[in-house]
């Protein structure tokens, strides 16, 4: 049994190397291919850990030609597209370290801290609801922020992939544990979705991270995996740039 463990472990440990080095190299590249994916360490069907990522902002990035200035900014509002993405990142890290949750009220945005809170409201039927930003994306030309499939049906969109949105950000999230049921407690119909309990509301100040965050992450092996992968060289930029899947498939792709 234990040889057996230590071969799986061994396997699993060859994987991780793997991945590290390939996302080692696209960072190197300068710029990121539109097929990019990160590591699948869930599969579909398992439980989906929660948190466990790191606070980042990020250093500025290219992406098809186009340059994204990572900051925070206590007044980011913004208009515009949004879309969802669902099964092909099911169960992939996160450019945060998380893993993604396709059922899960969670969102990709190109430049707004990881993670954090900001209120989105369909501008078509006045839904509107807080939602946790854990990725980077998208990057087509006139979408401001990519939503989970749990987040797009209780925006009532899912079925036609995308919706005009207004984004509003709210704060920073906190690092540990699922927010889920609290964010679905902020959906509105007709006014705006309220602040969260826990969410720390942003400040003029930069925010620094308390030391002890990271200390308080689960220490599952799937955060351990995404722990690694942003800590080989690509923690500078999103290491899940946007697929053709997450802006070219809507509304056909289906969970």
């Not at 230590?6 to 440990?13: D, R, S, V």
């Not at 749990?150 to 949105?165: H, M, P, Q």
């Not at 509301?201 to 995404?226: E, G, L, M, Q, W």
């Amino acid at each position: 049994m234990g040889r057996l463990a230590g071969i799986q472990l061994g396997a699993f440990a060859r994987v991780v190397v793997a991945a590290v080095c390939c996302l080692a190299l696209a960072h190197c590249s300068g710029s990121f291919s539109s097929k990019e994916y990160s590591p699948r360490v869930v599969e579909e069907g398992e439980p989906v850990p929660k948190g466990g990522g790191m606070y980042r902002v990020g250093k500025p990035y290219n992406i098809n030609g186009r340059t994204y200035v990572p900051a925070e900014n206590p007044a980011y509002r913004a208009e515009g597209v949004a879309s969802w993405y669902g099964r092909d990142f099911h169960g992939r890290v996160t450019a945060n370290g998380e893993v993604y949750d396709m059922h899960g009220i969670s969102a990709a945005h190109t430049t707004l801290p990881l993670p954090s809170y900001v209120r989105v409201t369909n501008l078509e039927n006045g839904r509107s609801i807080v939602v946790r930003v854990n990725d980077r994306g998208p990057y087509a030309h006139s979408r401001v922020i990519d939503l989970s499939i749990g987040t797009a049906k209780a925006l009532d969109f899912y079925s036609r992939g995308l919706a005009r949105v207004r984004v509003e950000y709210v704060g920073r999230a906190p690092i540990e544990g699922t927010d889920d049921e609290m964010l679905m407690a902020t959906l509105r119909e007709g006014s705006p979705a309220p602040a969260p309990s826990k969410v720390m509301i942003a400040a003029a100040k930069p925010f620094i991270p308390n030391a002890d965050d990271n200390k308080r992450a689960p220490a599952s092996r799937h955060n351990k995996v995404a722990k690694a992968i942003i800590a080989s060289g690509n923690a500078s930029t999103p290491n899940v740039p946007d697929n053709g899947s997450r802006i070219a498939k809507q509304p056909a792709i289906q969970p």
